[in-house]
Nanobody, 124 residues
Framework: QVRLVESGGGMAQAGGSLRLSCAAS????????MGWWRQAPGKERSFVAA????????VFADSVKGRFTISRDNAENTVFLQMNSLKPEDTAIYYC?????????????????WGQGTQVTVSS
């Protein structure tokens, strides 16, 4: 069973930055596609970014493209989400997720493991 633990959330002002981390244990991290999702109050969980097993390929939601970057360290079993130029609409709980099929995807149901989430709040 894979366990994912997010950290790095908190409060930031608009225009500021935060870096989220997600530490994985209990599985072979390098075989999983990793993704970040977010859920704002009253809204469905939505895709933010994903990274391939090797880290060579990434995809982003249009709403964060150019502001967020995703990276991973397979030696440390950790995936990161660097969030710059934050906006109030980025406020949400951010979830880390792992997909066993190794395919980069924006489809929620293709992710097998989920963390508990970390709160990000951006004030204007």
């Amino acid at each position: 069973q894979v366990r994912l633990v997010e950290s790095g959330g908190g409060m930031a002002q608009a225009g500021g930055s935060l870096r989220l981390s997600c530490a994985a244990s209990g599985g072979t991290f390098s075989t999983y596609t990793m993704g970040w999702w977010r859920q704002a109050p009253g809204k469905e969980r939505s895709f933010v970014a994903a990274i391939s097993k090797s880290g060579s390929s990434t995809v982003f939601a249009d709403s964060v493209k150019g502001r967020f970057t995703i990276s991973r360290d397979n030696a440390e079993n950790t995936v990161f989400l660097q969030m710059n130029s934050l906006k109030p609409e980025d406020t949400a709980i951010y979830y880390c997720a792992a997909a066993r099929n190794g395919i980069i995807s924006r489809i929620l149901s293709l992710y097998d493991y989920w963390g508990q989430g970390t709160q990000v709040t951006v004030s204007s």
